[in-house]
């Protein structure tokens, strides 16, 4: 699955109330999980769009990589709730 980049979809901005964030330092949660294949040439860039047609520029690259093991998620697992679904069924296939 070396053609494959896993994207964060993610939130917009918020700031914890918690502690004080300098500007730019915005928590940002993930909304989904997508997958996107590669740009043409570059097996680390990801390519315009997603498995599910989104457009990936806003998107953040995930650091892991989709697993090659058979039988484990693609996915890292602590994201398995906001997994696209659409996504997901094509890399099951």
Request: aromatic share 6%; proline share 13%.
């Amino acid at each position: 699955m070396s053609d494959i980049v896993v994207v964060y979809e993610l939130d917009k901005p918020t700031a914890t109330r918690s502690s004080p964030v300098s500007p730019g330092e915005e928590e940002r949660p993930v909304r989904r999980v997508h997958a996107a294949p590669t740009a043409p040439g570059m097996p680390t860039a990801t390519g315009p769009r997603t498995l599910c047609g989104k457009d990936t520029f806003a998107m953040e690259t995930a650091r892991c990589s989709p697993s090659e093991h058979r039988g484990a998620p693609w996915y890292p697992t602590e994201y398995a709730s906001v997994v696209c679904p659409d996504c997901d069924a094509v890399m099951v296939i």
